[in-house]
């Protein structure tokens, strides 16, 4: 890393075009994680609501255990999508603990759609610990939850995210 000859830039670390990079490219393979994960736990899930009468008890438990995982690694990578986003609307590290960014994106559709999946997977990981009625109807609404999050598409959300902070940036 270089140091700014700029006299307002004096002592500032200037962050390189490929740190940049990798930090966008982490957030979209997180992102990447998060629907593989999400996937095979509302997958399992629904599997195991229509077919656990027709398979064997030990059968079914692993199973209930794959679910289970499933959903608690997709909500933790949910989580540091979420963290990891802002520091890819500002191109660097260092906006992921900026406040007007993480403002910005809870207020954008993606800050909600991220709450209701976050909701849905821990709903669902909860639900998925032994089989009852209540747990079966609960692990249905939260793999419902999980999937309706992403309604909108990604690239929408991003793309009014980063408009919006350019009109407030060009104020």
């Known amino acids: ?13 200037l962050l ?3 740190r940049a990079k990798k930090s966008a490219q982490l957030v979209v393979g997180l992102r990447a994680l998060t ?3 999400l996937f095979q736990a509302v997958g399992t899930a629904i599997f195991l609501a229509l077919f656990e009468d027709d398979v064997a008890p030990s059968s079914a438990e692993r199973i209930r255990l794959w679910s289970r995982v499933a959903a608690m690694t ?3 990578v949910t989580v540091f999508y979420y963290v990891l ?4 609307m500002a191109g660097n590290p260092r906006g992921t603990f900026d406040p007007s960014l993480e403002s910005l994106l809870l207020e ?3 800050g909600t759609a991220n709450i209701v999946r976050v909701v849905g997977l821990a709903l669902l990981a909860l639900s998925l610990d032994r089989r009852t009625r209540l747990n079966t109807i609960a692990a249905n609404i939260g793999a419902a939850l999980a999937i309706a999050s992403d309604g909108r598409g990604v690239r929408t959300q991003l793309c009014g995210a980063r408009h919006a902070l350019r009109r407030a940036a060009n104020r």
């Open 1 to 13: 890393m270089s140091i700014a000859t700029h006299p307002r830039q004096r002592g500032r670390r």
């Open 16 to 18: 390189r075009p490929e």
């Open 35 to 37: 629907f593989v994960a």
């Open 74 to 76: 997709a909500l933790v």
């Open 85 to 88: 986003t802002p520091a890819r």
């Open 108 to 110: 954008s559709s993606s």
